[in-house]
């Protein structure tokens, strides 16, 4: 059998992946585990989807040569503009998706977490286009610290509710809707926002991401007469956008993917969330992937400037690209991230969001050739992030 990087028959990435839920929840993954392939392989699923991604959210994303900056670095330089996505990121993708999804199951409820906000804005932003039911679950913390998206969810008709136990973030926010589910498995869907979570989410989620690679091929075709690029390379927080980039290269060795890890102040600062160099081996979400954790098996806290990088895992697939050596991983440094921010503004007159300026920073780390093709998902904008770089560079 053909080699793949793709997922298993039984929800695993070579050995991480499968769902290690309660026993409570299984009936609510179950169902969605039996039903996900049939139901996105309706023609009906595929229109509707198709359309939305038109007509709603600005697709098909344009792939622009990056001119100036290709020129600085003695490369060709393509950014596939997710930034261009309405809500400003490749998020919506997703959560397009299962709500398309959530609908077929008969489902009239939505949950999701969020850390950030922009999944909470996200999943409020298509429930709000379906007219459902949606509950967004934050950290008391993250409800201070992330006021513009808590109002965004807020005007868009979402309930936004307080997790009050632990850190009073993102893990405790998670907890709760796991909590919730549970308590309303019939008419309830849980929307999970990057490619994490007990399978079958994270190959869900790979799927409707997929929709950037399957552009970047007949884009990068008419540019350049070839639908595969020399180097794909995306940011990682949980892996969705990446995962989006690389889903059809995934198994076209030709292709070298690269994740970017968010370092923080320092690999080895200990306020970092390099995931799969300081991650072992253990289970978050419902899934066994690699995650940052103690000796005694405790999650520790991330840190990273770009609060969408900043969480203790990364996904299943993204932790076999890492021990298979499929992909390589970088980590990038708050500092090089935000002086990548600002480069791309000035050379290209696109501001990045912070996550996506991890990826930009690569130019400094690694030298490609003249003739070498590199596309880089533009994962998203940095409106939302202006205040951090007016901060950062004192503006
Ligand atoms: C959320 C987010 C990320 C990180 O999430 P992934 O699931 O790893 O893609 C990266 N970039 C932007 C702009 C985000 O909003």
Same mark, same amino acid.
């Given at each position: ?11 695993y990435?070579g050995?991480f992946?499968?769902?290690y839920i309660p026993?409570?929840?299984?009936p609510n ?6 039903n996900?392939l ?12 198709d359309h939305?991604?038109?007509?709603y ?12 900056l290709s ?7 393509y ?8 809500t ?6 997703n959560?397009?998706?299962q709500?398309?999804?959530?609908q077929?199951l008969g489902?009239?409820?939505i949950i999701?977490?969020?850390?950030a906000?922009?999944?909470g804005v ?5 429930c ?5 039911k ?13 006021a ?10 979402a309930e ?12 405790d926010?998670?907890n709760?809707?796991i ?7 019939v ?20 799927r409707?991401q997929?929709?950037?690679?399957e552009? =970047?091929?007949? &884009?990068? +075709?008419? $540019? #350049?007469g ?7 390379i ?9 995962a ?9 060795t ?12 320092g ?6 969330a390099a995931t799969?160099?300081?991650g072992k ?9 690699l995650l ?6 405790q999650i ?7 609060a969408?990088l900043?969480?203790?895992g990364v ?11 499929r ?15 600002l480069?791309?503004?000035?050379l290209e ?5 912070i996550?996506?300026?991890h990826s930009?920073a =690569?130019?400094? &780390?690694? +030298?490609? $050739? #003249?003739n ?23 503006l």
């Open positions: 059998m053909k080699k793949t990087y793709n997922i298993n028959k039984k929800g990435y050995e992946g499968g769902a026993e409570m929840l299984y993954v179950e169902e969605l585990r039996q996900y049939k139901i996105m392989a309706e023609p009906s699923f595929k229109e509707e989807f939305l991604l038109k007509d959210v600005g697709r098909p994303s344009p792939l622009y040569f990056a001119k100036r020129e600085k670095y003695n490369t060709k330089i950014l596939k503009r997710e930034d261009l996505n309405h400003g990121a490749h998020k919506v993708n959560t397009i998706g709500i398309l999804m959530a077929r489902k009239t409820r999701a977490e969020t850390g906000g922009q999944h996200a999943t409020a932003t298509v709000a286009l379906m007219g459902l949606c509950i967004v679950y934050m950290g008391e913390i993250d409800i201070a610290r992330q513009p998206n808590v109002a965004r969810m807020k005007m868009l008709g936004v509710r307080p997790a009050l136990s632990g850190s009073r973030t993102l893990k926010a998670t709760e809707a909590r919730d589910w549970i308590n309303n498995p008419d309830t869907h849980y929307i999970i926002g990057s490619v994490v979570g007990p399978h079958p989410y994270p190959d869900m989620v790979a409707f997929a929709i950037v690679s552009e =970047i091929q007949w &884009q990068l +075709k008419d $540019k #350049e070839t639908t595969k690029p020399d180097y794909v995306a940011c990682v927080g949980g892996g969705s956008n990446a989006g980039a690389f889903y059809h290269y995934l198994d076209d030709d292709v070298k993917l690269i994740a970017v890890e968010a370092a923080g102040k690999i080895h600062s200990g306020e970092s799969s160099v300081l081996e253990g289970i978050i979400h419902g899934s066994k992937t940052m954790q103690t000796n005694d098996g520790t806290e991330p840190y990273s400037i770009s969408g900043d969480y203790p996904g299943p697939m993204h932790a076999h690209l890492y021990t298979s050596g992909a390589e991983f970088i980590s990038i440094t708050d500092d090089e991230a935000m002086t990548a921010g480069e791309l503004s000035q007159g696109i501001i990045p969001a996550e996506t300026s930009l =690569i130019f400094n &780390q690694k +030298k490609f $050739k #003249e070498d093709i590199v596309v880089i998902n533009l994962s998203g904008r940095g409106d939302k992030d202006l205040q951090n770089y007016i901060d950062y560079f004192k």
